[in-house]
Protein backbone atom coordinates (compact mmCIF):
# COMPACT_ATOMS: atom_id res chain seq x y z
CA UNK A 1 0.00 0.00 0.00
CA UNK A 2 1.36 3.28 -0.57
CA UNK A 3 -0.89 4.74 2.15
CA UNK A 4 0.45 7.73 4.11
CA UNK A 5 0.40 7.26 7.70
CA UNK A 6 -0.90 10.32 10.08
CA UNK A 7 0.84 10.78 13.76
CA UNK A 8 -0.77 11.38 15.95
CA UNK A 9 -3.81 9.43 15.69
CA UNK A 10 -5.74 11.37 17.68
CA UNK A 11 -5.05 14.58 19.61
CA UNK A 12 -7.03 16.77 22.50
CA UNK A 13 -6.27 20.53 23.71
CA UNK A 14 -7.53 23.22 24.98
CA UNK A 15 -8.85 26.19 22.55
CA UNK A 16 -5.70 28.73 21.63
CA UNK A 17 -3.38 25.81 21.63
CA UNK A 18 -1.44 24.73 18.57
CA UNK A 19 -2.17 21.31 16.86
CA UNK A 20 0.87 20.18 15.11
CA UNK A 21 -0.24 16.92 12.91
CA UNK A 22 2.34 14.83 11.00
CA UNK A 23 2.64 12.58 8.03
CA UNK A 24 4.83 10.34 6.49
CA UNK A 25 4.53 8.47 3.12
CA UNK A 26 6.63 6.41 0.97
CA UNK A 27 6.87 7.30 -3.04
CA UNK A 28 7.87 10.37 -4.84
CA UNK A 29 5.20 13.23 -5.04
CA UNK A 30 4.16 15.23 -7.37
CA UNK A 31 2.37 17.29 -4.18
CA UNK A 32 1.12 16.51 -0.85
CA UNK A 33 -2.67 17.85 0.23
CA UNK A 34 -4.12 18.46 3.29
CA UNK A 35 -8.07 17.70 4.24
CA UNK A 36 -10.24 18.50 6.89
CA UNK A 37 -13.50 15.88 7.87
CA UNK A 38 -16.14 17.23 10.17
CA UNK A 39 -17.89 13.85 11.38
CA UNK A 40 -19.94 11.81 9.33
CA UNK A 41 -19.28 14.48 6.07
CA UNK A 42 -17.20 14.91 3.13
CA UNK A 43 -13.96 15.75 3.09
CA UNK A 44 -12.96 19.49 2.27
CA UNK A 45 -9.44 20.59 0.88
CA UNK A 46 -7.50 22.78 3.06
CA UNK A 47 -3.66 23.35 1.44
CA UNK A 48 -1.69 21.89 -1.20
CA UNK A 49 2.13 21.90 -1.15
CA UNK A 50 3.97 21.06 -4.21
CA UNK A 51 7.24 18.57 -4.10
CA UNK A 52 9.45 21.80 -4.63
CA UNK A 53 7.76 23.96 -1.98
CA UNK A 54 9.32 23.60 1.93
CA UNK A 55 6.02 25.70 3.46
CA UNK A 56 2.75 27.15 2.95
CA UNK A 57 0.96 29.13 4.56
CA UNK A 58 -3.18 29.67 4.68
CA UNK A 59 -4.53 32.00 7.48
CA UNK A 60 -3.87 30.07 10.70
CA UNK A 61 -2.56 26.49 8.72
CA UNK A 62 1.31 26.04 8.01
CA UNK A 63 2.32 23.03 6.12
CA UNK A 64 5.86 22.47 5.67
CA UNK A 65 7.37 19.51 3.46
CA UNK A 66 10.82 17.50 3.98
CA UNK A 67 10.86 15.38 0.44
CA UNK A 68 14.11 14.17 1.74
CA UNK A 69 12.58 12.33 5.18
CA UNK A 70 8.81 11.79 3.07
CA UNK A 71 7.22 13.81 5.76
CA UNK A 72 4.71 16.92 6.02
CA UNK A 73 3.49 18.45 9.10
CA UNK A 74 0.22 20.11 9.30
CA UNK A 75 0.37 22.95 12.05
CA UNK A 76 -2.91 24.67 13.09
CA UNK A 77 -2.22 27.77 15.12
CA UNK A 78 -4.58 29.44 18.12
CA UNK A 79 -7.31 25.99 17.31
CA UNK A 80 -11.02 27.26 18.07
CA UNK A 81 -13.17 24.72 18.96
CA UNK A 82 -14.54 24.82 15.39
CA UNK A 83 -11.68 23.01 14.49
CA UNK A 84 -12.85 20.07 16.04
CA UNK A 85 -12.40 17.18 13.38
CA UNK A 86 -10.57 14.68 11.39
CA UNK A 87 -7.73 15.90 9.52
CA UNK A 88 -5.97 13.71 6.51
CA UNK A 89 -3.03 13.93 4.34
CA UNK A 90 -3.39 12.96 0.59
CA UNK A 91 -0.14 12.50 -1.85
CA UNK A 92 -0.45 12.61 -5.15
CA UNK A 93 2.20 10.21 -6.22
CA UNK A 94 4.52 10.42 -9.64
CA UNK A 95 3.23 8.17 -12.28
CA UNK A 96 -0.07 8.15 -10.94
CA UNK A 97 -3.65 10.17 -11.56
CA UNK A 98 -4.71 8.55 -7.86
CA UNK A 99 -4.55 10.46 -4.47
CA UNK A 100 -3.97 8.15 -1.60
CA UNK A 101 -5.12 8.76 1.86
CA UNK A 102 -3.29 8.64 5.21
CA UNK A 103 -5.43 7.39 8.01
CA UNK A 104 -6.44 10.69 9.19
CA UNK A 105 -5.80 12.37 13.06
CA UNK A 106 -8.86 13.01 15.61
CA UNK A 107 -8.10 16.57 16.36
CA UNK A 108 -10.47 17.87 19.72
CA UNK A 109 -10.23 21.25 20.92
CA UNK A 110 -11.97 22.20 24.08
CA UNK A 111 -13.26 25.61 24.78
CA UNK B 1 -22.73 25.18 -8.13
CA UNK B 2 -23.98 21.43 -6.50
CA UNK B 3 -20.34 20.14 -6.92
CA UNK B 4 -20.23 16.12 -6.45
CA UNK B 5 -23.80 15.20 -5.76
CA UNK B 6 -24.00 11.42 -4.08
CA UNK B 7 -27.19 9.05 -4.05
CA UNK B 8 -28.03 7.78 -2.02
CA UNK B 9 -27.43 8.74 1.44
CA UNK B 10 -28.19 6.01 3.12
CA UNK B 11 -28.70 2.39 2.29
CA UNK B 12 -29.27 -1.02 3.98
CA UNK B 13 -29.11 -3.87 2.15
CA UNK B 14 -29.46 -7.65 2.69
CA UNK B 15 -26.79 -10.19 2.24
CA UNK B 16 -26.26 -10.95 -1.61
CA UNK B 17 -28.47 -7.87 -2.69
CA UNK B 18 -27.03 -5.60 -5.69
CA UNK B 19 -27.52 -1.97 -5.78
CA UNK B 20 -25.41 1.11 -7.70
CA UNK B 21 -24.23 4.08 -5.25
CA UNK B 22 -24.28 7.40 -8.39
CA UNK B 23 -22.12 9.98 -8.16
CA UNK B 24 -22.38 13.22 -10.30
CA UNK B 25 -20.36 16.29 -10.69
CA UNK B 26 -20.55 19.23 -12.45
CA UNK B 27 -17.36 20.98 -12.30
CA UNK B 28 -16.47 19.53 -16.03
CA UNK B 29 -13.71 17.32 -13.71
CA UNK B 30 -12.14 14.56 -15.83
CA UNK B 31 -11.28 12.55 -13.11
CA UNK B 32 -13.39 10.66 -11.16
CA UNK B 33 -12.87 8.68 -7.71
CA UNK B 34 -14.85 6.00 -5.46
CA UNK B 35 -13.39 5.40 -2.03
CA UNK B 36 -14.72 3.55 1.10
CA UNK B 37 -13.98 4.93 4.71
CA UNK B 38 -13.70 2.17 7.23
CA UNK B 39 -12.96 3.07 11.31
CA UNK B 40 -9.49 3.19 11.77
CA UNK B 41 -8.90 3.07 8.39
CA UNK B 42 -8.60 6.20 6.98
CA UNK B 43 -9.96 6.38 2.78
CA UNK B 44 -8.87 3.34 0.34
CA UNK B 45 -9.18 3.99 -3.59
CA UNK B 46 -11.72 1.36 -4.71
CA UNK B 47 -11.70 2.56 -8.47
CA UNK B 48 -11.13 5.46 -10.36
CA UNK B 49 -11.42 7.04 -14.13
CA UNK B 50 -8.69 9.03 -14.95
CA UNK B 51 -10.16 10.64 -17.81
CA UNK B 52 -13.89 9.62 -19.27
CA UNK B 53 -13.90 6.00 -21.49
CA UNK B 54 -10.94 4.81 -18.71
CA UNK B 55 -11.01 3.02 -15.68
CA UNK B 56 -8.81 1.58 -13.09
CA UNK B 57 -8.95 -0.67 -10.04
CA UNK B 58 -7.71 1.21 -6.62
CA UNK B 59 -6.42 -0.40 -3.41
CA UNK B 60 -9.37 -3.03 -2.32
CA UNK B 61 -11.69 -3.32 -6.05
CA UNK B 62 -12.76 -6.42 -4.79
CA UNK B 63 -16.69 -7.17 -4.77
CA UNK B 64 -17.06 -4.18 -6.88
CA UNK B 65 -17.69 -2.73 -10.31
CA UNK B 66 -17.54 0.55 -12.10
CA UNK B 67 -18.90 2.42 -14.79
CA UNK B 68 -17.71 6.01 -15.76
CA UNK B 69 -21.37 6.64 -18.35
CA UNK B 70 -20.02 10.11 -18.96
CA UNK B 71 -17.81 13.02 -18.32
CA UNK B 72 -20.17 14.06 -15.15
CA UNK B 73 -21.22 10.36 -14.20
CA UNK B 74 -19.39 7.93 -12.45
CA UNK B 75 -21.16 4.69 -10.60
CA UNK B 76 -20.51 2.26 -8.42
CA UNK B 77 -22.25 -0.87 -8.49
CA UNK B 78 -22.26 -3.79 -5.75
CA UNK B 79 -23.44 -7.10 -7.65
CA UNK B 80 -23.84 -9.10 -4.45
CA UNK B 81 -23.57 -7.61 -1.34
CA UNK B 82 -21.75 -8.52 1.79
CA UNK B 83 -21.33 -7.17 5.41
CA UNK B 84 -17.56 -6.52 5.19
CA UNK B 85 -18.72 -3.94 2.50
CA UNK B 86 -20.61 -2.12 5.57
CA UNK B 87 -18.71 1.27 5.16
CA UNK B 88 -19.14 4.49 3.92
CA UNK B 89 -18.49 5.10 0.35
CA UNK B 90 -17.28 8.75 -1.06
CA UNK B 91 -17.06 9.86 -4.28
CA UNK B 92 -14.24 12.41 -5.29
CA UNK B 93 -13.75 14.12 -8.74
CA UNK B 94 -10.79 16.69 -9.56
CA UNK B 95 -9.61 18.09 -12.74
CA UNK B 96 -6.36 15.97 -13.09
CA UNK B 97 -3.08 17.33 -14.33
CA UNK B 98 -1.11 18.76 -12.54
CA UNK B 99 -1.49 20.03 -8.90
CA UNK B 100 -5.15 19.56 -8.29
CA UNK B 101 -7.63 19.29 -5.68
CA UNK B 102 -10.02 16.59 -5.33
CA UNK B 103 -13.72 17.85 -4.42
CA UNK B 104 -15.85 15.15 -2.50
CA UNK B 105 -19.20 14.58 -2.17
CA UNK B 106 -21.30 14.14 1.11
CA UNK B 107 -20.81 10.41 1.28
CA UNK B 108 -23.08 7.01 1.31
CA UNK B 109 -23.11 5.44 4.46
CA UNK B 110 -24.58 1.82 3.60
CA UNK B 111 -25.01 -1.26 6.07
CA UNK B 112 -24.76 -4.65 4.61
CA UNK B 113 -27.01 -6.99 7.14
Known amino acids: SQQGEEDPQALSIQEGENATMNCSYKTSINNLQWYRQNSGRGLVHLILIRSNEREKHSGRLRVTLDTSKKSSSLLITASRAADTASYFCATDAMGYSTLTFGKGTMLLVSP | NAGVTQTPKFQVLKTGQSMTLQCAQDMNHNSMYWYRQDPGMGLRLIYYSASEGTTDKGEVPNGYNVSRLNKREFSLRLESAAPSQTSVYFC????????????FGQGTRLTVV
Open chain 2, 92 to 103: ASRLYGTDTEAF
